[in-house]
């Protein structure tokens, strides 16, 4: 009987941690590492693990049975591409290798395409829940031919997270998808990451609160509706103190980096053109927050002008800032979920909505109680055009306007920059518009550039001589 083998090629902390994860599960281990610093590092810290090291590239191929299972945490672009490379004259026909790494979905297809014409199995996976996740389970997303995806399914479902006695583990669809399905989750990720900040600086520089009392304040949201992930770290990290009894959050400068998740997602919006401005905004105020010097500079010119501001009711505020910042919430899943949908369609994926919901409740950033409002309404209608459409969000949403209304006002007057919230805000408006103001602009395009319009009175598409 063969061995439960697996090769992992890449040792940084996510490789480590699924190599380290995949042994507990029962498996024997060939690891490769470009540096052999990160393998001995690995052997040192584990050396009675059923883990086997090797140094070149086709010692660590011989060590592993046919077909081979070969999993890349590799950085993605140029180094997948070059890992690739040097590993096809080791391998045969039905080999499979898996990316496990943040690669673009278009260069996912590309590869695949090419490895399939040799006859070498291809899987590109997503994989969410950082270092945690890929030592105690993940939130996976694989994406390629079901029949590859079969072969591979049971060592998948032993290192996956587990929600309910269910694994976090689901065949996504066809080639490109599990990568697409993983970008759209870090977009979504992008959206609720800058919300929950925006929420931290109106409690901080509107209501004047403090370290402590935030964190309790997120705290109890997290034991409601908010319940998530990212609300229960932003409450541990509100309250870290470091050696010296200071408030860690207070030292870290205002900078937020990217790793282009967020950017290839929002490149993926305007080519579908489907809309995605909450999650499009975080990316740009993530740009915004690096111009650091020159927003030190134009601070000195800002000036409220509105200075008589009416004393808040700390309770009542903090309602509505809860309510709204559920409301930005399920703006971020409906659009990161909506333009899902269409890459679906457009890319023939045939994805399921309520699958997806489902990998994502456990083992990933993003995991949230609201999924299981948004697992249950695909469940119902894989089909349904938009989630503010179901009726659970269509009352959530009718209920908490005013809250987010209340405090996007608020934090105008304080001069408190709500981009996500505002966005959110927005789009619900003129998504629940029966007529907007684009007939103007179809005019103004008519006018220059002869684009002609259509007309609410009878059909067809018009001209006109503006200029007579």
């Given at each position: 009987m063969l061995k439960k083998q697996i090769g992992i090629i890449g040792l940084g902390i996510m490789g480590t941690n699924l190599t380290l994860n995949f042994e507990k599960n029962g498996y024997q281990i060939s690891i490769f590492n470009r540096t052999k610093d990160k393998i001995n590092e690995l052997m040192l810290n584990y050396p009675k693990k059923n883990i086997k090291p090797y140094y070149t590239?086709?010692?660590?191929?011989?060590?592993?049975?046919h077909p081979k299972y070969i999993l890349l945490m590799v950085k993605s672009g140029k180094a997948t591409d070059e890992t690739i490379k040097k590993l096809i004259p080791y391998l045969k026909k039905?080999?499979?290798?898996?990316?496990?790494?943040?690669?673009?979905?278009?260069?996912?297809?590309?590869?695949?395409?090419?490895?399939?014409?040799?006859?070498?199995?291809?899987?590109?996976?997503?994989?969410?829940?950082?270092?945690?996740?890929?030592?105690?389970?993940?939130?996976?997303?694989?994406?390629g031919d079901k029949t590859i995806y079969n072969k591979i399914s049971h060592f998948l479902i032993k290192i996956a997270a587990k929600k309910n006695n269910r694994s976090c583990v689901d065949y996504i669809g066809p080639n490109g998808s599990g990568h697409y399905v993983k970008m759209i989750h870090n977009g979504i990720e992008y959206g609720n990451m800058q919300l929950i900040s925006e929420t931290y600086n109106i409690l901080k520089n509107i209501l004047l609160i403090n370290n402590k009392k935030i964190s309790k304040?997120?705290?109890?949201?997290?034991?409601?509706?908010?319940?998530?992930?990212?609300?229960?770290?932003?409450?541990?990290?509100?309250?870290?103190?470091?050696?010296?009894?200071?408030?860690?959050?207070?030292?870290?400068?205002?900078?937020?980096?990217?790793?282009?998740?967020?950017?290839w997602a929002s490149i993926s919006a305007l080519e579908l053109e489907s809309p995605f401005s909450l999650i499009t905004e975080a990316v740009f105020n993530r740009y915004l927050s690096n111009l650091k010097e020159e927003r030190k500079i134009a601070s000195k010119n800002k000036k409220i002008i509105n200075k008589k501001i009416k004393r808040i009711k700390e309770k009542?505020?903090?309602?509505?800032?809860?309510?709204?910042?559920?409301?930005?919430?399920?703006?971020?899943?409906?659009?990161?979920?909506?333009?899902?949908?269409?890459?679906?369609?457009?890319?023939?994926?045939?994805?399921?909505?309520?699958?997806?919901?489902?990998i994502f409740q456990e083992g990933c950033i993003i995991k949230a109680k609201i999924l299981n409002k948004i697992r249950s309404i695909y469940k119902k209608n894989n089909q349904i055009k938009n989630l503010l459409l179901s009726s659970f969000f269509q009352k959530k949403t009718k209920k908490y306007q005013s809250s987010i209304r209340n405090i996007i006002i608020e934090s105008i007057k304080h001069g408190i920059p709500t981009p996500t919230l505002s966005s959110a805000l927005s789009y619900y408006d003129s998504y629940n518009s029966d007529k907007l103001p684009a007939n103007l602009i179809q005019a103004q395009r008519d006018y220059f550039g002869n684009h002609m319009y259509e007309r609410t009175d009878k059909k067809g598409k018009f001209h006109t001589n503006w200029k007579i």
């Open positions: 590239l086709k010692e660590f191929i011989s060590s592993l049975n039905k080999d499979i290798i898996i990316d496990g790494g943040n690669t673009y979905f278009k260069d996912t297809i590309k590869r695949y395409n090419k490895l399939k014409k040799i006859g070498i199995d291809f899987i590109g996976m997503g994989i969410s829940g950082g270092e945690e996740g890929a030592l105690n389970g993940a939130s996976i997303m694989p994406g304040i997120f705290n109890k949201w997290n034991k409601k509706e908010l319940n998530s992930y990212l609300i229960k770290i932003t409450r541990n990290i509100l309250k870290f103190k470091n050696k010296k009894n200071k408030y860690l959050i207070d030292l870290i400068l205002d900078k937020a980096d990217n790793k282009g998740t967020g950017k009542i505020f903090i309602n509505d800032l809860e309510h709204a910042l559920y409301f930005g919430i399920i703006i971020s899943y409906t659009q990161g979920f909506l333009l899902m949908q269409k890459a679906s369609r457009k890319y023939k994926w045939n994805l399921n909505y309520s699958v997806i919901a489902k």
